[in-house]
């Protein structure tokens, strides 16, 4: 019988996906593991496309400290040479012998322009020298504007802060089996408040011979709750209502499944409604395994203890 | 047959768009093809009505650096006047010879107060000199905030990156015909979830004699997606609850039809609910055209490429 | 008969306004022209109830100057004190000969330190002056940080920005009368999206001896609009479900009549939801009075003019 | 009979607390009185579930202002080691005839060197110390960013400023009794629109011989009001459909009983909307008093007093 048949008439289908319907457009899976979108842009000019907020904001705070000092030195560099080309004897104050002694000389006046400190020792003479160094301070000024509006929009930006589990697992629940997977904030203090939480399913499946993609919803369990201050244990029941009913593994395999997974909330330290997406393609589906409890009371029995590094941790059953 | 009588008695019209219905009062199209609204205010004084904030956040990069320029050579002018009003001999350290060799440094030092650079070979040992230096600097300081907050303001500011197709199409769709444009995001990273549009029609149309418009909602055959990744055909089939029902291409001149759309969503870049709007006149609809895909897969398979230059592309019907 | 038994028994109270019963507890409007609550707190110590934020967002920018400059002149004073009391003879450079132009110089060193621009011919030696200095130039590197932080708030700020007609009109609309006010966004490229506007009247009524306050729900023809580009008259009809049937202006002022209108919406300039209220008491309500048209077509008729001096223009009816 | 018999059949029963319902587990209140709630979490390196931003926010302006001199201070004998390793002969101007004169003006190089004051007489010709100069100069710059983004986060960030009654009261109402508590905005011109307020109890009760947790709604008497600008007495009647129903103080002590309490609105002056979270335990019951009027007319009869001091304040009712 054909995977088409076998998918349960009673499911619902979910036509506002925004994917496409067409797999020959389309290549691997829709959403990545860390929520971004397999997809890439062409066809427009790479500064159109490029997003600086977006990048600067994404980046680590490692690489974000290279691209500043990166900056920093290149722009000094730069300046350095425009002094270089006008010549040292527009400048009062130098004590180097040396050409290379003068040209680091020239160096430090260009930081101390661009950063502002301006020491005075060094300083300019020359209508040119003071006129770029008009302009060095003022670049500097505005630098430190675009730097400050980075670093703000860096730590102030909205996320959920969560992690999710590794696995979606497929276990007994109440008396039939449920597909399942967890997840929690690793913030301290970072609760997220009337969390809903909405699952899709992918299949590819081969209707009168070409391929198309379905999707269909999950229905759950549960879908919102009122405070995330925990780990949340989603499970979609695979009773009469889900196109899951007599899925086998391999029937999971075939169809390409993927299983894609939005988050939304209102994090209440930013003030504002934050969301996280994550997939779990065939692969990272787990048959037969059930998740074990993840939090403990402490020790006085005052407070409650969310152990994240149980979030992964699941065990067989027979 | 007038107009009136041929619009489809069992569409819906809209008295909800905002929009007056008297032809007389108004002039050209509501809304501009970028979104803005065809409209300007008179009445009160100018700084009232002026929106320094949205101006300079929608001035482009370039525009916003002459600005930026400007000022700041024109304050530096200003105060260069002052400092030479009160006399070069309130200042120490300066060397040159000549009125304008004085009026340069006088230039520079000022420059140097406003960025807070400060070297100190120039410095102001007369009152007036130091009391319009205190100011200068401060000047420069709360310059600097606001060049901050306004560079923040430009990266920062919540948009849609949606580009819309020049034209909207009718076509063939399904058994009958349908009106139909596209739009995309040319951002990278930049999704928008929980997507809704809304497509609205406006008619000029005599009634008793007298021109009035008349606005009637279409009814869209998708209105909301849950994720812009991709590109999104939006299409409003002219069926039996279409007002469009019976329309020639000649009615849509008479009628001088305006087509509205307003797409929203949720930017989790931003973090933020945005909006962007464009209309499409009688001259920006063609007949019996349809768009071409414009989404292919990647050469290793593994991943699906927007082919954004293809937006526009449609190929005839016959 | 009594006045409350005269108000329309089909009319909808509103038992959710949020304002109390009791008019023996309160004193005069609820809500100010300018859409503040008339209401003041005690009972807690000022710096607990005085919000700062609140307080320099909403200062003119006349007033915001002025305590910007005013804190500039304060901080400088201070500071030129300690390093006074600490001795000129902690400092370098100083070429006063009089207390005097050496208190002046002292002050101009204290603010080349807080802004930072340190020219450096006078300079701290001794290790008193060195270390208020480097307290000084800390605090001023912070006060930038703050006025940053309060030059973007006041110009990032979501706001309305709308104007509302003078007085409420109740004028004939259609077959029977309505009450009606108007209002328009100010400001050039400023238009509201989805805008909802909510209308309740809060009347006082003697009940069983005791003078009770009662709020109901005014319907209106029309509660929202999906833009607020133009002027928007909103219309309570008169009508049988209306509160108001049968009241006469004598009725209104026994009643101590007080309508309180809220309007909400989205901003897409600042991508935020905004809302603005107002209220018009008994004197604040014109009888027999029609608003006229603020609108017409420009010159070469591509556009529509918004004539925001008409706002308050009504003719009287007879 | 058991207290599970005891708690009313036709009480709503809430599942989506987002809450554990195993007393084994948890330790203490869910919720402490301050809204923030009662979980440590572990098992993922401090960093990560660190959350800066959140901390920096929430410490007190004394606490702030001293982590601020604290960093600076630090930073600067940080670079004043570096700059004394490198060596005083790297300096010009430095007058101090002792080694601990010399280092304290390295001290104070430093610090003129990070705030970018530079005056100047202390200057680095060496090119370790220009280069760990040039470093300072913009750590100094990129901390002025930090500081900035901080200061603005702190006094931008959306909140509710509630005021809750210590205790919750259980009185007569109408011809019942009800659970009532009350809160009230402190800040001057700070206005909630559209507050909701959601009541949750939980309680802990033996079923089938093991502790379970059982959570139920609260119905209000009203549960949104239109504008906070007053206090609001929340008021739950113990009717046909409470929970609480026939308990006892006795009950209610066996049960642990926790009332769960979340107040949502939208505050203009931030034009964002918050909440606020708070928790009464069984102890912070009282029963048989009832609130006293908290504010009044003021002495010309044109404004209302809010008196905040009264918030706590109850009479007994015998």
Chains 1, 2, 3, 4 share one sequence.
């Not at 062409?42 to 490692?62: I, K, Q, T």
């Not at 980075?150 to 959920?160: D, K």
Request: neutral net charge; aromatic residues 14%.
């Amino acid at each position: 019988m054909s995977l088409l048949k076998r998918i349960n008439p009673f499911s619902k289908q979910n036509d506002e996906t925004g994917f496409g319907t067409n797999p020959n457009g389309y290549g691997g899976r829709f959403i990545n593991r860390d929520g971004s979108f397999n997809i890439r842009r062409e066809g427009r000019p790479f500064w159109d496309r490029f997003s600086v907020y977006h990048s600067l904001l994404n980046l680590s705070a490692w690489k974000f400290t290279c691209v500043i000092l990166l900056f920093y030195f290149s722009i000094n560099l730069l300046y350095t040479g425009i002094y270089w080309l006008l010549g040292t004897e527009q400048f009062q104050g130098i004590i180097g012998q040396t050409a290379w002694a003068r040209l680091k000389e020239i160096f430090f006046f260009s930081t101390e322009t661009f950063t502002t400190v301006g020491y005075g020792r060094v300083n300019p003479v020359g209508d040119g020298a003071n006129m770029v160094a008009a302009i060095e301070a003022m670049t500097g000024f505005l630098s430190f504007a675009v730097a400050t509006g980075l670093m703000y929009g860096r730590f102030s930006r909205p996320r959920a802060h969560l992690v999710f589990s590794d696995h979606a697992l497929i276990a007994p629940y109440k008396d039939m089996t449920g597909l399942m997977f967890r997840f929690a904030s690793y913030k301290d203090n970072h609760t997220l408040t009337n969390v809903d939480v909405t699952v899709t399913i992918g299949l590819q499946i081969v209707e009168d011979g070409t391929p198309v993609y379905k999707f269909y919803s999950l229905p759950l369990e549960r879908g919102k709750i009122e405070s995330l201050s925990m780990n949340w244990t989603v499970v979609h029941p695979i009773d009469d209502n889900s196109p899951l009913l007599g899925f086998t593994a391999e029937d999971m395999r075939n169809a390409d499944v993927e299983i894609y997974v939005l988050v939304k909330g209102f994090n209440d330290v930013y003030a504002n409604t934050v969301l996280q997406r994550t997939s779990y393609t065939y692969e990272e589906i787990q048959f037969n395994r059930k998740f074990i409890p993840m939090y403990r009371e402490s020790e006085n029995g005052r407070t409650t203890i969310l152990e994240l590094h149980l979030l992964n941790k699941s065990r067989e059953i027979n």
